[in-house]
């Protein structure tokens, strides 16, 4: 994958990138090179592109062991793979987004490079979070960092990377394929019937002729799975080192205020196999609702306030994006979240993988006799808990275990074969392979990675803060950005037990002398 290219393309497309902390880069640069001579390894900071990340560095490295070695490593794997570009497209569209705040989601938020940057407010040491969810030496596909911005701000995002890199970027495709209605509604059509169709329709009613009846349930059976047309990416962008290549350009799509940008054709996966870099650029309302309220950012707030998880415990988890169901409040009552760490587990706990096989009700029930690691080991919650659930059992690396975490989300029947094979190897005893298997089938549903979890959790404990302490800017707030499952009633009635006076009108909303306002009626 390394691609002798790209030092050049990284100084094409970034501005004159310079030290961004004379302070900061002089102690980094001190505590790098006391590591590199004690442990007589070689000097990394001599390659261009590695010295030009760690000039870029706003954070200072812990004078720990553990932080220097865990940096020295993730610099060889960027220099190894070819990877510093990535961090240099991010750490330049973070730079034009300026005060409009941002969290991660995904894995990015393993990686130490990354907190020093400011790409994220996560410290995987202090963290306990493994670096191969993101990145390995057995890893070849381009790591993704993945960027929540503000919902009503996120155009503005957009506005500002394609006026930079103007006709070097462009966002990519889904490609939506035939499923079963979809298919069966096209052969209807296809048939020469093009009246609307309804929802619980009868081919009968339809057709009259059986030959007819059969070919449309021949043809709906050869378009299934098949390709049915493009989309737009919810948020997967491309910088090209040039001009996007007309043969890959779809269509322009709109992205505000009559300014357009290139579409093309191309999905993530052929994105991912072609090695390209995307960077998703995303939404999320929480973020939205947060600034509405304060502009503090979210790495500032205590969170070792006990009145904020009294909210959590007490089940007062409406109006809380990203943590509002009645199954998040029921795990909030359970766990009784006391930090962050917690917090992160209940967010994971509510996601499909982890629910799998009654695990949440198990993992809730024992909680409390948590005091061990070995207790806690049991339960894959975070797709982290799978690499380091693999690794212990096969006594392998922590790069092999996740390569077969993957195949298993990804359902690689192939590599989970072989998988089973090596377990036959290691206990022989057909339950026990069967019940180590079964457990990590629950990884093809949807789960939260430990870095995502700790993101979305320190969010939902800042809403949480202005919850308890600024009850009636909350609520404005909520009212203003939340797309909630509950009917609109439901927080208008929160808002009015703070004290708020309710009166007709249409969001956006502003409080003035308690009272609920709008501009525009209903």
């Not at 290549?245 to 093309?264: A, C, H, R, S």
């Not at 806690?376 to 996740?402: G, H, M, P, Q, V």
Request: aromatic share 12%; hydrophobic share 35%; proline share 2%.
């Amino acid at each position: 994958m390394k691609n002798k290219e790209v030092t050049e393309v990284i100084y094409e497309n970034t501005t004159c990138l310079s030290v961004k902390d004379k302070e900061v880069y002089k102690e980094n640069k001190k505590l790098f090179k006391c590591y590199i001579k004690k442990n007589n390894l070689d000097n990394i900071l001599k390659i261009k592109d590695i010295k030009l990340l760690l000039k870029l560095c706003v954070r200072k490295l812990e004078n720990k062991k553990k932080y220097v070695k865990r940096l020295y490593d993730e610099f060889t794997l960027i220099d190894y793979f070819g990877f510093t570009k990535v961090f240099l497209q991010v750490y330049e569209i973070l730079e034009l987004a300026g005060d409009i705040p941002h969290i991660i989601r995904g894995s990015s938020g393993a990686c130490l490079l990354c907190y020093l940057l400011a790409i994220t407010d996560i410290d995987p040491i202090k963290e306990s979070i493994c670096l191969s969810r993101f990145m390995h030496k057995e890893r070849q596909s381009i790591p993704d960092i993945d960027i929540d911005f503000p919902h009503n701000l996120r155009d503005d995002i957009y506005l500002k990377v394609f006026n930079k890199w103007k006709d070097k970027v462009a966002r990519i495709s889904n490609h939506i394929m035939y499923k079963e209605k979809s298919a069966i509604r096209q052969a209807i059509r296809e048939e020469g019937y093009n009246k609307m169709v309804r929802r619980d329709f009868n081919l009968e009613d339809i057709f009259s002729d059986r030959k007819q009846i059969e070919r449309v349930k021949k043809r709906s059976y050869e378009l299934l799975n098949n390709f049915r047309c493009y989309s737009l990416h919810c948020g997967g962008i491309i910088i090209f080192p040039n001009k996007v290549p007309d043969n890959l350009v779809l269509k322009d799509f709109d992205i505000k205020d009559g300014e357009t940008g290139k579409q093309i054709w191309m999905n993530k996966k052929q994105v991912e196999d072609a090695d390209m870099i995307k960077i998703d650029l995303l939404s999320n309302r929480g973020i939205s609702q947060l600034l509405d309220i304060s502009k503090q950012k979210m790495i500032d707030y205590d969170k070792t306030d006990l009145n904020v998880y009294k909210v959590f415990e007490d089940g007062l988890n409406l109006g809380l994006t990203q943590a509002e169901s009645r199954g998040m409040r029921k795990i909030l009552m359970t766990l009784k979240p006391k930090n962050i760490n917690e917090l992160a587990i209940a967010l994971a706990l509510i996601r499909p993988a982890a629910c799998c096989h009654y695990q949440k009700s198990a993992f809730l029930r024992d909680y409390s006799t948590f005091n061990n690691k070995d207790s806690r080991s049991k339960y894959i919650i975070f797709d982290d808990d799978a690499t380091i659930f693999i690794k212990n059992t096969l006594n392998c690396n922590e790069s092999i275990a996740d390569n077969i975490r993957r195949a298993f989300s990804k359902n690689k029947f192939k590599e989970k074969t072989h998988f089973k094979r090596l377990l036959y190897r290691q206990f022989k005893e057909k339950k026990k392979v069967d019940k180590i298997y079964e457990q990590l089938e629950q990884l093809r549903y949807y789960s939260f990675c430990k870095s995502h979890a700790y993101s979305y959790a320190n969010m939902v404990y800042c809403l949480a803060y202005h919850k308890h302490y600024n009850p009636k800017k909350f609520w404005v707030a909520t009212l203003n950005n939340c797309n909630s499952s509950y009917r609109k009633w439901v927080h208008f009635r929160e808002a009015k037990k703070v004290g708020i006076k309710i009166t007709l009108g249409k969001k956006p909303w502003y409080f003035v002398n308690n009272e609920l306002r709008s501009d525009k009626s209903i």
